[in-house]
């Protein structure tokens, strides 16, 4: 039997370098110097192109346990391998959603995805000879799968990262969410109340005005869960770094505060995502509600905004 301490596992990552940008030209008097688009463009647009430079595929070995995470495994790289890999991270505990890439082609957080439920054992391509015909061993014609097993056995398995699908990357696994960040605050992520100081009849500060029952509270208290990870939209295939889609992250913050019985911009924020590139983009696809790493179910949310926006 293998002893645990002796397992490995084998991360291949999708590494991006991305090209040295060119100097601007100090000509001077050039009709196309720093103008912007008349269609948009700006800083928004050179956010979402997605940058040139190298990209290459890097296999780790490594000796890791099934209970380690994934993001255990890269700090071993980064600590005691390769001190250029680049990946994001900050809280380790799933709280602030920093480090979500894709793992395996699915989104997620590195911090909460364990060896054991993310490694796969690599498929054995079968052998064929030079006239092409498929080259069966005795182990394989007699289902005997153990005998063909050597020094592979202290192997846990395979797992394939790559940075945060819909997103430009900006370096290995860091991909730039900036435009989702901006759709965001685009939205006014924020309570907007009347402005209005309540008093008591003794003209004291009314301290109890905005207290909520608790069925308001629920209302929105799951959506305030978000932490703007980005997993639903790199799930999302209809987002695509917010060109065609303001994406669930931006309409889950907005139903947050259109939820919210103390603000009182309501219909302003449902006008303001009552656009084509907004709740009309949404095709109930459902796949964000997959991997929330804070249990949301996205896509019924997304449901419930689209219905009130439309029925309004």
Known sequence: ???????????KVHRFTPRPERAERARGGSPFARKSSPFGGGSDSA????????????????????????????????????PTLAFRYSCGHGMCGSDAVSINGTPTLLCTASIRDWAQQPVALPQVDDEGFRHIGDDEATGNAEATSTA??????V???????????QRDLIADI?????????????????????TTAEGKVNAFE???????????????????????????????????FIGPAALIWSSRFINDSRDTKALERMDAIDTTDGVAACQSVRACSRHCPRGIDVGEEMWQIVAKVRER
């Not at 608790?214 to 770094?241: D, H, T």
Request: hydrophobic share 35%; net charge negative.
């Open 159 to 169: 797992i394939e990262l790559a940075p945060l699908p819909g997103f430009p990357p």
């Open 1 to 11: 039997m293998v002893e645990a301490s002796k397992t490995t596992v084998t991360l």
């Open 47 to 82: 956010a979402r192109r997605r940058p040139r430079g190298k990209q290459w595929v890097q296999e780790y070995t490594i000796a890791a346990r099934p209970e380690d995470t994934v993001l255990d495994c890269l700090l071993t790289i980064k600590r005691t391998v390769d």
């Open 210 to 244: 905005y207290l909520q029952h608790p069925e308001q509270l629920a209302k929105y208290e799951m959506l305030s869960n978000c932490i703007a990870c980005g997993v639903c939209e790199g799930s999302c295939p209809v987002f695509a770094g917010g060109d065609a």
């Open 152 to 157: 592979e056995d202290n192997s846990l398995g």
């Open 178 to 198: 900036d435009p989702m960040l901006n759709q965001i605050r685009k939205l006014t992520p924020y309570l907007e109340a009347d402005g209005v100081l309540a």
